[in-house]
């Protein structure tokens, strides 16, 4: 019992490192960044240059967020930001851009898997139990991640106008904020967290063209749950991470895989504000 909540919490913070950057853009932006994928993607590939380069592997971190600021910086200016007023299609450009993101990535460095390494290594014993330290160090990362995202939205000018946006962005507009720049900051922090839990996760699995779109499918579900908080997000990667994670261990791993999705279609289908307040 004591592994499998290990499991559950772990899987977790797992899950909220993935999703926070997809609920940072939707919450402002009311759409979903379907490059998402594509980024964590890039996130892998930058762990997997450092790891090549031989340098420390928790370089890894900031150079993967680096990279995915930068590039999502140049996305919202010249992809994303001219499709503003049509939803649909920016929803449509970014999935475009992340099949572009994948192919560029499988031309650059191959389609075989490849391998990053970690950043700790070893086990610890936690309630009895031999248990990763890389696993247990991502709770503390997520929690770490958690507080300063709350701290930016709620301590910062930045985030006060980002609040402003996300309740009323035309009222927002008429007080004087400048709603293009919080769209193009929220769209580069967005893509740099995106990055980032690319680098935090490889450790655990593997690097290749396609690891990112596995991760989109359930980080998608459990925005649309969790609306755009980061209270929900919490919730919605405890409930339902914790769901794939008792389903796989009694059923089978398949039907694991498919937990979040299901779970998520039906708890929409009865309280369509998922766990947000209503």
């Known amino acids: 019992m004591s592994a499998q909540f290990l499991d559950i919490v772990t899987t977790a913070a797992i899950f909220y490192v993935v999703a926070a950057g997809l ?14 994928g594509g980024f964590l993607t890039i996130g892998g590939y930058a762990a997997l240059i450092v790891t090549q380069l ?33 939803p649909l299609d ?46 247990l160090l991502l709770v503390l990362g997520a929690l770490l991640l958690a507080a300063l995202l709350a701290a930016v939205l709620h301590g910062t000018r930045l985030g006060l106008m980002t609040r402003a946006v996300i309740m009323n962005e035309s009222l ?26 690319g680098a935090l996760i490889t450790p655990l699995s593997s690097v290749d063209p396609n690891m990112g779109v596995p991760w989109l499918v359930n ?29 796989s261990a009694y059923g089978s791993p398949i039907l694991g895989s498919l937990t979040i999705v299901v779970l998520a279609a039906v708890i929409l289908r009865i309280r369509p504000q998922g766990f947000a307040r209503e």
């Open 54 to 86: 031989g340098l420390d592997p928790w370089l890894a971190l900031p150079f993967a967020a680096l990279v995915g600021l930068v590039i999502g910086a140049l996305v919202e200016r010249f992809v994303v930001r001219p499709l503003y007023a049509r």
């Open 219 to 247: 980080a998608f579900m459990l925005v649309l749950v969790s609306g755009a908080s980061l209270v929900s997000l919490g919730v919605a990667t405890l409930v339902l991470g914790g769901a794939q994670v008792l389903i």
């Open 23 to 36: 609920l940072i853009i939707f919450g402002v932006m009311k759409i979903i960044n379907f490059a998402h």
């Open 172 to 197: 927002a507009r008429g007080l004087g904020i400048n709603s293009g720049l919080v769209r193009f900051a929220t769209f580069s922090l967005g893509s740099a967290l995106a990055s980032l839990a």
């Open 90 to 135: 920016a929803i449509l450009a970014t999935w475009g851009l992340g099949i572009i993101i994948g192919q560029l990535i499988t031309i650059g460095f191959g389609r075989e898997v490849q391998f990053v390494q970690s950043p700790v290594q070893g086990a610890a014993l936690v309630l009895g139990e031999s248990y990763s330290q890389y696993r």
